[in-house]
Nanobody, 120 residues
Framework: QVRLVESGGGLVQAGGSLRLSCAAS????????MGWYRQAPGKQRELVAA???????NYSDSVKGRFTISRDNAQNTVYLQMNNLKPEDTAVYYC??????????????WGQGTQVTVSS
């Protein structure tokens, strides 16, 4: 089992920036793929960005060019730099870790979530 602890969420005005962090502990061998999902009220949870240990990345079209995902393998930590935030980015952001990109949603471990609120 992997324990994921998120931080960095908060309230920001449109156009502002936030940086989310997710520190993993426990079964680090199960964190080849790490990333961020988000869920807004009344909406399904969606993938925001993901990154593998070898730095292959995937981004949602809605955040591409604004968000950057990165990871520090030595620190077992994944980051999400969120720039030019928009009100539609408002959601609870969940960290995820899995053995592969393909298994993140169904078999990955989840963090507790951190709230991101963007005001217009």
């Amino acid at each position: 089992q992997v324990r994921l602890v998120e931080s960095g969420g908060g309230l920001v005005q449109a156009g502002g920036s936030l940086r989310l962090s997710c520190a993993a502990s426990g079964a680090i061998f199960s964190t080849n793929a790490m990333g961020w999902y988000r869920q807004a009220p009344g909406k399904q949870r969606e993938l925001v960005a993901a990154i593998t240990r070898s730095s292959t990345t995937n981004y949602s079209d809605s955040v591409k060019g604004r968000f950057t995902i990165s990871r520090d393998n030595a620190q077992n930590t994944v980051y999400l730099q969120m720039n030019n935030l928009k009100p539609e980015d408002t959601a609870v952001y969940y960290c995820n870790a899995a053995i592969s990109l393909a298994t993140m949603r169904t078999q990955g471990s989840w963090g507790q979530g951190t709230q991101v609120t963007v005001s217009s």
